[in-house]
């Protein structure tokens, strides 16, 4: 028995309890290795004449046998001497594929120049990915043939004080092959807290494979069982049912070539669509899909689809977000939340790299600098693609909206405005003058001469948005307003506060036109003008002529009386009441003085229990145009208190409902409504 050449039972104890997390990950290390083995040989093939071998002779094997709770994997690899076996399975963190790397890298430059070095694909990193095996196994068996030996070697340990190394006889194990490793595991009994039988499955070892190791550049060969309908007897009647047999086929298991590594002339759109399907478990085709490729300091490749439709859980706590990360073809984070940002959480696809720093568990990464790298092209790349979509295929864009842009407007307001340069462009909004989505450019562009701001009104449904009464005034005066209905709407805006709006300079009509304006056109398409964003229900809508804001400060002071009667009527559920210098068809509207909107309100309202309840100060202004008006003075006129404050209750709970919001008391509310009606 030798001794493992560190204190092996404190370092195999905590690779075994600490380093990894997930006992499923040893046939991904224990494949990644065998891949490494027989990466070294191909690499020695290439680098040294004498070294002869086809692509044929490389592969990798998996194999169970349940009667003896053991699972084999096999490589065709380089091999390993005694010697090989004692430094590298009896130094814990010891890395032969680390060590191989530096001197390929070398050699690489010093004996092929011509040809790029293969050790790109080397994945081993650290030394103690093999031990992750004493997680399931209670004894492992290493048999190993280096390449040109006449003799095998086998390494045994149970993974707690040591290990023994001697000759035997490689047939035992590797068979036919005269260079390669075998190395079996004998799984632990199954207990209550583990149930370690469960890997001695066909389906269970398949989807392992598939899950960490389908795209090893070789071939992982498994036998699989299959069924097959046996040969029709030929004395069989008219009543024979065909019968079927089960047989088993060497299959190979894994895809190998990543289709992200592919060139899109060898990849059809359908083939992009199955991998999709296949890889995010969703049943509908993508809406899009996009690769990129990078190289240089970082080299890596990505490859992005856009949902079609959004999943259901896609806006809630449960939910998770983050792209398949691989280095060098092997699955380390099967959801990398570094890789986006929160506003595209949408997104599936996959990053691979080879320059990733990795932890010595492969689960997690040493340095985020590498993926913030990487996040940040990927979110250019994310961003160019939805304005392409957005320009070029605007149906497509409008469908995509309604599922995902309310994702964009929360970028936004969670980045405190910081991210409106680059998503307020991808932002649509109903418009109600024109009846469709429209971007704030696309607003911008049709706005009146002199126009300054971008009106907006916020509410739970665009036809009550629609049929309010300051949006139809709105509407009148010749500005459009934009209907926004989601929650996050109003956050939205505020977060935004202006839109940076460009210009674009107008068509020349003649040749003389063109000439003589060209150079004016050029200065107004340069000139960028900032555009407020104004909610028509705020108080300090300045869209009255000059003549109707003198009538109406005439008829205030004319009714001030009126107004503080009304006002204390109604106590504290408005700030003041005054009399409107728009003309509507209402008698009463409401609207919001101060940093809290009224559709701020309603959605802080609608919050969970518990979350402190933030009011607008809200306003009502009368229409003194209206029949009701005069209703109020005659009221005011004859000192009737009651009559004065029924009405003022009666119109703030009426303009309440007409913005979308509940009233205080609706028992009262109908009481007072019984009560003008005796």
């Given at each position: 028995?030798?001794?493992?050449?560190?204190?092996?039972?404190?370092?195999?104890?905590?690779?075994?309890?600490?380093?990894?997390?997930?006992?499923?990950?040893?046939?991904?290390?224990?494949?990644?290795?065998?891949?490494?083995?027989?990466?070294?040989?191909?690499?020695?093939?290439?680098?040294?004449?004498?070294?002869?071998?086809?692509?044929?002779?490389?592969?990798?094997?998996?194999?169970?046998?349940?009667?003896?709770?053991?699972?084999?994997?096999?490589?065709?690899?380089?091999?390993?001497?005694?010697?090989?076996?004692?430094?590298?399975?009896?130094?814990?963190?010891?890395?032969?594929?680390?060590?191989?790397?530096?001197?390929?890298?070398?050699?690489?430059?010093?004996?092929?120049?011509?040809?790029?070095?293969?050790?790109?694909?080397?994945?081993?990193?650290?030394?103690?990915?093999?031990?992750?095996?004493?997680?399931?196994?209670?004894?492992?068996?290493?048999?190993?043939?280096?390449?040109?030996?006449?003799?095998?070697?086998?390494?045994?340990?149970?993974?707690?004080?040591?290990?023994?190394?001697?000759?035997?006889?490689?047939?035992?194990?590797?068979?036919?092959?005269?260079?390669?490793?075998?190395?079996?595991?004998?799984?632990?009994?199954?207990?209550?807290?583990?149930?370690?039988?469960?890997?001695?499955?066909?389906?269970?070892?398949?989807?392992?494979?598939?899950?960490?190791?389908?795209?090893?550049?070789?071939?992982?060969?498994?036998?699989?069982?299959?069924?097959?309908?046996?040969?029709?007897?030929?004395?069989?009647?008219?009543?024979?049912?065909?019968?079927?047999?089960?047989?088993?086929?060497?299959?190979?298991?894994?895809?190998?070539?990543?289709?992200?590594?592919?060139?899109?002339?060898?990849?059809?759109?359908?083939?992009?669509?199955?991998?999709?399907?296949?890889?995010?478990?969703?049943?509908?085709?993508?809406?899009?899909?996009?690769?990129?490729?990078?190289?240089?300091?970082?080299?890596?490749?990505?490859?992005?689809?856009?949902?079609?439709?959004?999943?259901?859980?896609?806006?809630?706590?449960?939910?998770?977000?983050?792209?398949?990360?691989?280095?060098?073809?092997?699955?380390?984070?099967?959801?990398?939340?570094?890789?986006?940002?929160?506003?595209?959480?949408?997104?599936?696809?996959?990053?691979?790299?080879?320059?990733?720093?990795?932890?010595?568990?492969?689960?997690?990464?040493?340095?985020?600098?590498?993926?913030?790298?990487?996040?940040?092209?990927?979110?250019?790349?994310?961003?160019?693609?939805?304005?392409?979509?957005?320009?070029?295929?605007?149906?497509?864009?409008?469908?995509?909206?309604?599922?995902?842009?309310?994702?964009?407007?929360?970028?936004?307001?969670?980045?405190?405005?910081?991210?409106?340069?680059?998503?307020?462009?991808?932002?649509?909004?109903?418009?109600?003058?024109?009846?469709?989505?429209?971007?704030?450019?696309?607003?911008?562009?049709?706005?009146?001469?002199?126009?300054?701001?971008?009106?907006?009104?916020?509410?739970?449904?665009?036809?009550?948005?629609?049929?309010?009464?300051?949006?139809?005034?709105?509407?009148?005066?010749?500005?459009?307003?934009?209907?926004?209905?989601?929650?996050?709407?109003?956050?939205?805006?505020?977060?935004?506060?202006?839109f940076e709006w460009q210009p674009k300079p107008s068509e020349p009509q003649t040749q003389d036109d063109s000439s003589k304006a060209a150079e004016g056109e050029q200065k107004k398409a340069d000139e960028k003008r900032s555009l407020q964003?104004?909610?028509?229900a705020s108080g300090d809508l300045d869209l009255a002529s000059d003549d109707e804001k003198k009538q109406a400060e005439k008829t205030a002071d004319a009714n001030k009386d009126l107004l503080d009667a009304m006002k204390k009527a109604l106590?504290?559920?408005?700030?003041?009441?005054?009399?409107?210098?728009?003309?509507?068809?209402?008698?009463?509207?409401?609207?919001?003085?101060?940093?809290?909107?009224?559709?701020?309100?309603?959605?802080?309202?609608?919050?969970?229990?518990?979350?402190?309840?933030?009011?607008?100060?809200?306003?009502?202004?009368?229409?003194?145009?209206?029949?009701?008006?005069?209703?109020?003075?005659?009221?005011?006129?004859?000192?009737?208190?009651?009559?004065?404050?029924?009405?003022?209750?009666?119109?703030?709970?009426?303009?309440?409902?007409?913005?979308?919001?509940?009233v205080k008391d609706p028992v009262a509310f109908a009481q007072n409504v019984c009560k003008l009606m005796e």
């Amino acid at each position: 028995m030798r001794k493992f050449k560190t204190e092996s039972k404190k370092l195999l104890d905590l690779m075994i309890n600490s380093i990894y997390t997930n006992r499923d990950i040893f046939l991904r290390e224990l494949v990644s290795n065998a891949s490494d083995a027989v990466d070294k040989l191909h690499f020695a093939s290439l680098t040294d004449p004498s070294v002869k071998l086809g692509d044929e002779e490389l592969e990798i094997r998996v194999s169970f046998d349940k009667d003896k709770r053991s699972i084999t994997v096999s490589d065709s690899g380089i091999g390993m001497s005694a010697a090989d076996l004692d430094k590298n399975l009896g130094t814990i963190a010891h890395s032969g594929s680390e060590e191989f790397r530096a001197t390929a890298a070398k050699e690489g430059d010093d004996a092929k120049k011509d040809e790029p070095a293969d050790e790109s694909e080397i994945i081993g990193q650290f030394g103690v990915g093999f031990y992750s095996a004493f997680m399931v196994a209670k004894r492992v068996l290493v048999v190993s043939r280096a390449f040109g030996a006449d003799e095998a070697n086998v390494w045994e340990s149970d993974g707690l004080e040591g290990y023994t190394i001697g000759p035997t006889n490689a047939n035992a194990l590797l068979g036919a092959r005269s260079h390669g490793t075998d190395v079996t595991l004998y799984l632990r009994d199954d207990s209550p807290e583990a149930d370690y039988g469960q890997y001695l499955s066909e389906w269970k070892l398949r989807d392992l494979v598939k899950q960490y190791s389908n795209y090893v550049r070789y071939p992982i060969k498994m036998l699989v069982t299959k069924s097959r309908e046996k040969p029709k007897p030929k004395d069989a009647g008219k009543d024979y049912k065909p019968e079927y047999e089960d047989y088993t086929e060497l299959e190979t298991i894994n895809s190998m070539t990543p289709i992200w590594r592919k060139r899109s002339s060898e990849v059809k759109q359908e083939d992009y669509d199955e991998f999709y399907e296949q890889t995010f478990h969703d049943y509908t085709k993508p809406l899009r899909s996009f690769s990129l490729h990078a190289e240089g300091t970082l080299t890596y490749d990505a490859l992005l689809f856009l949902p079609s439709k959004a999943p259901f859980d896609l806006y809630s706590r449960d939910y998770e977000k983050g792209l398949q990360l691989y280095s060098r073809g092997v699955l380390i984070q099967e959801k990398c939340a570094d890789l986006l940002p929160d506003y595209y959480n949408f997104v599936h696809g996959v990053v691979d790299s080879p320059d990733i720093s990795l932890n010595i568990s492969r689960e997690t990464l040493q340095q985020t600098r590498q993926l913030q790298a990487m996040s940040r092209r990927i979110e250019k790349k994310i961003t160019g693609e939805l304005a392409s979509m957005r320009d070029d295929a605007r149906k497509d864009y409008e469908g995509f909206f309604e599922n995902f842009g309310r994702g964009l407007k929360y970028g936004i307001y969670a980045s405190y405005g910081a991210k409106k340069d680059e998503l307020a462009g991808l932002l649509l909004f109903w418009s109600a003058k024109l009846g469709k989505w429209v971007t704030l450019d696309e607003y911008a562009e049709a706005m009146k001469d002199g126009q300054k701001e971008i009106y907006y009104a916020a509410g739970d449904d665009r036809e009550r948005l629609e049929k309010m009464p300051v949006v139809k005034s709105v509407l009148e005066k010749g500005f459009d307003v934009l209907l926004c209905t989601q929650d996050v709407d109003e956050f939205c805006m505020q977060a935004m506060h202006e839109f940076e709006w460009q210009p674009k300079p107008s068509e020349p009509q003649t040749q003389d036109d063109s000439s003589k304006a060209a150079e004016g056109e050029q200065k107004k398409a340069d000139e960028k003008r900032s555009l407020q964003f104004k909610n028509v229900a705020s108080g300090d809508l300045d869209l009255a002529s000059d003549d109707e804001k003198k009538q109406a400060e005439k008829t205030a002071d004319a009714n001030k009386d009126l107004l503080d009667a009304m006002k204390k009527a109604l106590g504290d559920e408005v700030s003041k009441v005054a009399v409107s210098p728009l003309t509507t068809e209402a008698p009463a509207v409401i609207s919001s003085e101060g940093p809290v909107s009224l559709e701020m309100e309603r959605v802080l309202s609608e919050g969970p229990e518990g979350t402190p309840q933030v009011g607008a100060q809200r306003v009502l202004e009368l229409n003194a145009s209206h029949p009701v008006f005069e209703k109020l003075k005659s009221a005011q006129a004859a000192g009737n208190a009651d009559r004065i404050s029924l009405m003022s209750h009666l119109l703030l709970d009426q303009a309440l409902i007409m913005a979308g919001l509940s009233v205080k008391d609706p028992v009262a509310f109908a009481q007072n409504v019984c009560k003008l009606m005796e």
